[in-house]
């Protein structure tokens, strides 16, 4: 069974950073697509960042316009983990963040998309909450 882990969030000042880890079971790490989402109360869930890996290479990173030079996704195939490092948090970015699981054409599509890829597998997401 498929499980993916969220950790690493928490409440912070704005202007600090957090680094939020997605760990990975029973999932072909080095073939698929990892994305995280954010979804703030009263918002519709929205696209972070994704990375698409083949083998032992990056194929694809995908940002959101608005965490754009702030973040920054990366993944360790040897420890089956994504993270998203956050740095020069801001208040608006307070939100649950989930990451999710599936093959690697979900990262590609992302920037042809307005909604969310059908990804399959989803964490049960980790609170980032950034005071003003």
């Known amino acids: 069974e498929v499980q993916l882990v969220e950790s690493g969030g928490g409440l912070v000042q704005a202007g600090e950073s957090l680094r939020l ?23 519709e869930r929205e696209v972070v960042s994704c990375i698409a890996r083949v083998g032992n290479s990056t194929d694809t990173i995908y940002y959101s316009d608005s965490v754009k030079g702030r973040f920054t996704i990366s993944s360790d195939i040897a420890k089956n ?3 998203l490092q956050m ?13 999710a699981a599936g093959g690697r054409a ?17 964490g049960q997401g980790t609170q980032v909450t950034v005071s003003s």
């Open 81 to 83: 983990t994504a993270y």
């Open 87 to 99: 740095n020069s948090l801001k208040p608006e970015d307070t939100a649950i963040y989930y990451c």
């Open 106 to 122: 979900l990262c590609r599509l992302q920037p042809l998309l307005t909604t969310t890829p059908p990804y399959p597998y989803w």
């Open 21 to 43: 880890s997605c760990a990975v079971s029973d999932f072909a790490f080095d073939d698929s697509s990892i994305g995280w989402f954010r979804q703030a109360p009263g918002k």
